[in-house]
């Protein structure tokens, strides 16, 4: 037999219907009450999501210059103290390598703190963000009295009136400029 889409499409629904039975009209309501949200899209094209993506990038974008600006430091030092070397006692060289290597860790550490801090902020942010997206969401379906707010991302097919995310969207936009992102 040949199965093209539209018979696969038909046997899985009427699989469906045969292991959930007869609709009844309160479980045609409860199907109608639910709507799909594209949380992604929200986080990433808002104006709130916008300005935190432009924020995270500058600051780490920063924090990599620093990093970067260090690091060509330190190779310029280990190049001056290799260059010392022919001229410097064995003691002498051996304490300045004792110096550098400690002045290394010492930077290490320090970056190591900030990257961290630098997450932690990030995190922290993003998840300000995906509070607020949560709410706008919350607010439309306590008004609508949807029953069920599924992510975009996990449906398959939806028809287009039961997408709220534009609504979410103008809603979000207008009751969220801006998350804040300390680093």
Not at 32 to 47: G, K, M, R
Not at 110 to 138: C, I, M, N, P, Q
Not at 166 to 176: C, F, G, I, T
């Amino acid at each position: 037999m040949n199965f093209n889409t539209k018979n696969i499409l038909g046997l899985f629904l009427t699989l469906g219907l045969l292991i959930a039975g007869p609709v009844s009209q309160a479980n045609a309501q409860d199907i109608n009450s639910a709507v799909v949200v594209d949380i992604q899209q929200l986080e990433a094209l808002s104006t709130a999501g916008k300005s935190l993506t432009k924020k995270v990038k500058s600051s780490r974008d920063a924090l990599k210059a620093e990093i970067e600006k260090e690091e060509k430091s330190l190779r310029a030092t280990q190049q001056d103290i290799m260059k010392q070397r022919d001229d410097l006692s064995e003691e002498a060289f051996k304490a300045k390598v004792m110096a550098f290597e400690s002045s290394f860790k010492d930077k290490q550490a320090k970056f190591a703190k900030k990257r961290e801090a630098f997450e932690k902020s990030a995190l922290e942010a993003h998840t300000k963000l995906r509070t607020a997206v949560v709410k706008v969401v919350g607010d439309i379906a306590a008004e609508n009295e949807y029953k069920l707010v599924l992510s975009r991302q996990s449906v398959v097919i939806v028809e287009k009136d039961s997408d709220i995310t534009a609504e979410a969207m103008e809603r979000l936009n207008k009751s969220v400029k801006d998350i804040p992102f300390k680093n």
